[in-house]
């Protein structure tokens, strides 16, 4: 079971500053309904956003919108520094509330707008949002800090907004890896059909044994493994946002039926449709 897979944390917002990770093994598939903004400080690694693969290295900055499915890849050994930031945006909201924040916002959370992936910052600004990083991860405990940790966020998504209006992300910021990322392009555009390796390599004319051996290799899971990873974070943002059924929610996404869906969305959640939709409304 994919425990990390769960919607966390449990406070509307919670900072994690310059902690080490090291890679014993594989990362598993993550989403959650907190906008989630990463420093990678030292290290490398590639990290997977939806439908894009990003590579990293030191001072790399990456925006995941809530919901949003993402992996992030690197050698088994490897060790990296980074800082996380989660947000539960509609506390944003309702702690700030004016119509300047809700612009301000917007193209974080709101599906009317791009992924936004990985952002080209200059090291000055890096260095600056590491220093709010660093005093909101020391004033979060003081319980009076509320306000003053929301003034921090929006101070961040001001700066990183402002170089997401110049439009200066380079291309090769994106890993080119051509039958992976048209693997993955193809199931992003068909997630609401009957998916596939056999008709994903027929559409792609790829050998079966070539593409699975190399989505494994590179991606470390296999290509089901993805499908049914991206299908979830769909129906997990449909039954947060959406008045469907379970039923109707199965239906769009392409199964057979409403048991094999309830089936997968416990295996990779831990928990069934209708008790995520209990988890997540009463958050």
């Known amino acids: 079971m994919e ?9 509307p917002y919670s900072v994690h500053y310059r902690s080490e990770r090291f890679f014993k093994e594989p990362t598993d598939f993550k989403c959650h309904k907190h906008l989630e903004i990463y420093i990678l400080h030292t290290g490398s690694a590639s990290t997977l956003i939806e439908d894009e693969i990003y590579s990293l290295e030191s001072d790399s900055l990456v925006v995941i919108k809530p919901f949003e499915l993402h992996k992030t890849n690197t ?18 909201l309702e702690k700030l509330g004016a119509s300047d924040i809700v612009q301000l916002v917007n193209p974080f959370c709101s599906s009317d707008f791009a992924s936004i992936g990985k952002v080209y910052l ?5 260095e600056e949002i590491d220093h709010l990083f660093k005093t909101m991860a020391e004033e979060i405990k003081n319980p009076d800090s509320s306000l003053y940790i929301c003034l921090c966020i929006c ?10 209006t110049k439009k200066e ?16 392009h193809y199931i992003n555009q068909n997630l609401h059909g009957n998916l596939n390796v056999n008709n994903i390599r027929k559409e792609l004319n790829y050998s079966k044994y070539y593409l699975c051996h190399i989505f494994k290799k590179y991606m470390n899971c296999t290509i089901t493994e993805y499908i049914q990873n991206r299908k979830i974070s769909l129906a997990k943002k449909y039954l947060a946002g959406m008045d469907e059924s379970i039923t109707n929610i199965s239906n769009m996404l392409g199964y057979s039926s409403q048991t094999y869906f309830s089936t997968v969305f416990k295996n990779i959640t831990g928990m069934t449709p209708n008790d995520y939709k209990k988890h997540i409304s009463n958050r």
């Open 3 to 11: 425990k990390n897979y769960i919607d966390k944390p449990e406070s």
């Open 169 to 184: 992300i380079p291309s090769a910021y994106l890993v080119e890896s051509n039958p992976i990322r048209q693997v993955i």
């Open 75 to 92: 050698d088994t050994g490897n060790k990296i520094i980074r800082s996380n930031l989660y947000i539960n945006m509609d506390f944003l």
């Open 155 to 164: 101070k961040i998504l001001y700066l990183i907004r402002r170089q997401l």
């Open 122 to 126: 200059a090291h000055e600004v890096i």
